[in-house]
Nanobody
């Protein structure tokens, strides 16, 4: 069994920064991709950023230049550094990882940006 454990969410003022982290644990043979999605109230879950095991990254247009995704493969951990946060970034952020060719989700962490 594989688990994704997230941390780092919270309340921040507009213009502030937060860093989210997500660590995969359990029986892990391979991790192909890790990423972050978010879901705001009344909206669909959307991709925020993703990173492959080779280090290639992808970002939603709305966060390019403000958010950076990195991974520390030795610890099966992915980070999302968020700068210049806006109220519209408020959402529950979910870690996602393709581990052992299966797709896993974290429990979600709330990010709230006040204006």
């Amino acid at each position: 069994q594989v688990q994704l454990v997230e941390s780092g969410g919270g309340l921040v003022q507009a213009g502030g920064s937060l860093r989210l982290s997500c660590t995969a644990s359990g029986t892990i043979f391979s991790i192909n991709n890790m990423g972050w999605y978010r879901q705001a109230p009344g909206k669909q879950r959307e991709l925020v950023a993703a990173i492959t095991s080779g280090g290639s990254t992808d970002y939603a247009d709305s966060v390019k230049g403000r958010f950076t995704i990195t991974s520390y493969n030795a610890q099966n951990t992915v980070y999302l550094q968020m700068h210049s946060l806006k109220p519209e970034d408020t959402a529950v952020y979910y870690c996602n990882a393709r581990v052992n060719f299966y797709n896993y989700w974290g429990q979600g962490t709330q990010v709230t940006v006040s204006s």
